[in-house]
């Protein structure tokens, strides 16, 4: 284990997939779902691609196996998007032949803007032979309410979250309470025409406005998730779920897990406080 991965701990189930294991029992025994992700972006040798593909098929195999009540999380750029878009596409359709054998559901995680268009391509192919795959849009984005349009046409299962990436003013919005607004007018286009939409945040007015949403549209509880991510809210994580809504937890591990942790605590202060006072408890 890395000497410094103390400091991402609260965020990151471990640096090994039986590390993550673990954490899944857990969660999986407290009613949740869950989804793996191995962390690893903009990877640029191969090595470190085929490694991930081959975690990847040994995920699936334990989930088949009943070990795990998980689905799966991947980033194209860490199967070699970087590298080469066929070498990438070639990677991620072992891993989705695996798993369509296996009954597994596949999402692809949506990285920064210079990725979003081959993204969208590279799951728009897919798609008509993988059904059990799905995408992530980010609400930041302005293209985003057509390609959400786009998506509930063809029947495609869509997580929505803020975005996390920093885009620049032309592409996307800037202030919270814009990207909020934004959320929330499509959040109400996927409970209208989406199939089984995933609202993935932990922020309190989204999550109460998309309850609401879905009780007026009449979309029942089990017609939608929640999704957070590991180490955020635990608490409320729990709550949610004795209050009916089915909620899954995304789990990430690995060793690569300085760029998702760098993320986290530049979304959110607390979390920055969270990981000094460890340091100083040291
Ligand atoms: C399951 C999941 C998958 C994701 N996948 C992607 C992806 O593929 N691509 C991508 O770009 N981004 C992804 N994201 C990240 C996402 O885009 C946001 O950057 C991230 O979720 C932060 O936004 P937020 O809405 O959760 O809350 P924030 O904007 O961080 O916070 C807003 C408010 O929520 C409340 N809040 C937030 N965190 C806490 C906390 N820990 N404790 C108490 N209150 C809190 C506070 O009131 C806070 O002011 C994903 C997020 C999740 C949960």
Redesign the pocket.
Known sequence: MSRFFFLARRFVAGESLEAAVEVVRTLNGAGLDV?LNMLGEGTREREKAEDAVRQYLVMLDLIRDGALKANISVKLTHLGLDIDEDYCVSNLYRILEAAKEKDVFIRL???GSPHTQQTLDIFYDLYDSYKNTGV?I?AMLLRSPHDIFVLNKIGARV?L?????REPSDLALQR?PNIRGAFLSMAEQLLQDGHFPAF?????Y?IEGVARYAERLEVPKDGFEF???YG??PGYQREMRRQGYRMRI?VPFGTEWMPYFY?RLR??R?NVWFVLRNLVRR
């Open positions: 989804t995680d949506m990285e992530v980010q997580r979250c803020k975005g996390s990436y919270m993935a945040t932990h922020d309190d989204l999704q957070m991510l955020l809210r995304y993320r979304e959110r607390e």
